[in-house]
């Protein structure tokens, strides 16, 4: 019986030890700094995590040089306080990025990353691979703070402070990036540059100031730049060089002692966004607006170029903010909402919405206090003035806009349409009740090249017709067919489809052209500009 017992117990202990062993193998999160951490250095714990680990980096500063080979996130546990000082007690002459990035799907969030010793030639982050995240990060006294390498795309820089370099971000060869929600300040030459073939990347709601070039676009095509503030540069945006079909749009141009916008003779840019009928915010703009509908009578003609803004703002849009805290951070929505409904404002308004716009959702906030807070994404927002119910229409930003408005059946869909001026805001607007689905959502089979209706909203019916189904930059070929297979209508068309409405089954069939390779497919409704959906499909 002891003999059964003692072989028992050493059994059990063995059992725990293994479970301890498998528990310690798959722990995904690790702990840096100096005291009840798993390791001291950044790089140590890199080393030692497996694919998707993440690593806490507790306050303190760190003279580390960085590599990421695999996926992780490295997040600080305060921007101010937990900081990446690369400090070394010799003299380095070559290029040495404090991070590097070669792995796919990694984040770098809360840091701020510094450079100390001004002998060395360094990047404050180089990117040499795909869907990455910089957030909320600091990085300061760098060559360029973030590089985007001809080996990198699809990457997200968001909320971060990249000032006092000699380049903010620096793009080459590297596409499909979303640059939004940036304070790029100080920094000597560039604070965004897209350069050599740098296609289709998405730049809005960034600050650029105090430096040579707000953003300089060069030999790049399809980047779509809007609703930036760019003050206070010698120039503001400035394309050149082959830069050709890049769309610059709602942007508030400021105090630029040079020119607010430049551009090469022969380009091709476009300055404005025909859907909604805005332009940019130009300071120096001297024309005038009888009809008083916000949009400047005469176009601002972009000097050097034969190239027009036909759609000038007369006043900055109320959604760009172009001022920041004391703590050089952009304002957050902190309102309260718990104050009784005022009067005219029907409670079906009350609540979160969105509006999707060119790939963007910008969020709507309607508050019982009578409030309205719009944005760029569900954490940051901005108070833009009041908004009130008046007989038949939803008036908004303090009455100055005002829509007719229409819901649909089951209360998710807003239908605006502007009753009057609208001072450079949307004339027609559909709004989605946050967290709802009242548009059709359609499934990509990549074996077949089909995109197929699977989920539709039985109170919201859209027509074919209205759908404007176009390729991003490469081109491909697309006919639209009903559930059974017989074609809705011809080959790259939907205008005669007449009132055929989309319904469940019904599907878009993609084939090559000329080209092969992979092409960014947009679906958007045209009576709103609202996107629907875009795709990435091999052709």
């Known amino acids: 019986m002891k003999k059964m017992m003692t072989v028992s117990f050493i059994l059990l202990i063995t059992l725990l030890s293994t479970i301890s062993g498998c528990l310690q193998q798959e722990k995904n999160t690790i702990y840096v700094g100096s005291k009840d951490s798993d390791y001291n250095t950044i790089q140590e714990a890199i080393n030692t995590a497996k694919n998707g680990a993440t690593i806490i980096i507790k306050s303190g500063t760190y003279n ?9 996130t490295l997040r600080g546990e305060d921007k101010n306080t937990t900081i990446i000082n690369f400090s070394p007690d010799k003299q380095i002459t070559t290029q040495v990025p404090i991070i590097t990035i070669n ?27 795909n869907y990455n995240t ?3 990060t600091i990085i300061t006294h760098f060559i360029d703070g973030i590089g985007l390498s001809a080996d990198s795309g699809s990457n997200t820089i968001i909320h971060n402070e990249i000032k006092n370099n000699q380049n903010g971000i620096v793009a080459s060869n590297s596409d499909f990036n979303n640059i939004s929600h940036n304070i790029l300040s100080n920094n000597q030459e560039y604070n965004i540059y897209l350069s050599t073939d740098s296609n289709t990347n998405k730049v809005s709601f960034n600050i650029m100031d105090t430096s040579m070039y707000g953003i300089r676009i060069k030999g790049s095509q399809h980047n779509n730049v809007y609703k930036n503030c760019i003050n206070n540069n010698d120039r503001g945006i400035y394309c050149c060089c082959g830069a050709e079909s890049n769309y610059l749009y709602d942007n508030t141009l400021r105090n630029n002692s040079v020119r607010n916008g430049e551009e090469n ?71 309260n909402n718990n104050n009784t409904l005022p009067s005219g404002a029907d409670s079906q308004f009350i609540g979160n919405w969105e509006m999707r716009v060119l790939g963007s959702t910008i969020p709507y906030k309607f508050n019982n206090d009578g409030t309205l807070w719009t944005g760029t994404s569900n954490s940051t927002m901005y108070n833009t003035g009041t908004w009130k119910v008046k007989n038949d229409q939803l008036c908004l930003y303090n009455n100055t806009v005002c829509y007719t408005y229409v819901f649909s059946t089951n209360g998710n869909t807003l239908t605006l349409n502007a009753s009057g001026r609208t001072f450079g805001h949307p004339s027609r607007m559909i709004l989605i009740k946050e967290g709802t689905q009242t548009y059709f959502i359609m499934k990509l089979d990549s074996k077949t090249n089909r995109l197929t209706v699977v989920t539709e909203d039985p109170t919201t019916k859209y027509k074919w017709k209205d759908i404007d189904i176009h390729f991003m930059y490469q081109q491909a070929a697309y006919q639209v067919f009903y559930a059974n297979g017989a074609p809705i209508d011809t080959v790259n068309q939907t205008s005669g489809a007449g009132d055929t409405e989309v319904s469940m089954g019904d599907y878009i069939l993609i084939s090559a052209t000329s080209y092969t390779g992979n092409v960014t497919l947009y679906l958007r409704y045209e009576p709103t500009n609202t996107v629907f959906g875009t795709y990435m499909i091999n052709v």
């Open 134 to 136: 910089i957030k909320n």
């Open 265 to 335: 003779e022969g380009l091709t840019n476009i300055w404005y966004n025909n859907q909604t009928g805005t332009g940019n915010y130009w300071d120096d703009y001297t024309g005038s607006d009888e009809n008083h509908d916000g949009i400047g009578d005469t176009p601002y003609t972009i000097p050097d170029a034969e190239n027009q803004d036909i759609y000038p703002l007369m006043t900055p849009p109320l959604d760009v903010v172009c001022t920041y805290n004391n703590n050089n951070t952009l304002p957050n929505n902190n309102n």
């Open 64 to 72: 580390e040089v960085i590599i990421i080979n695999k996926t992780l």
């Open 103 to 129: 792995a796919d799907n990694c984040s770098i969030e809360n840091l701020q990353i510094t450079l100390s010793n001004n002998s060395v030639i360094a990047q404050g982050i180089s990117i040499n691979s």
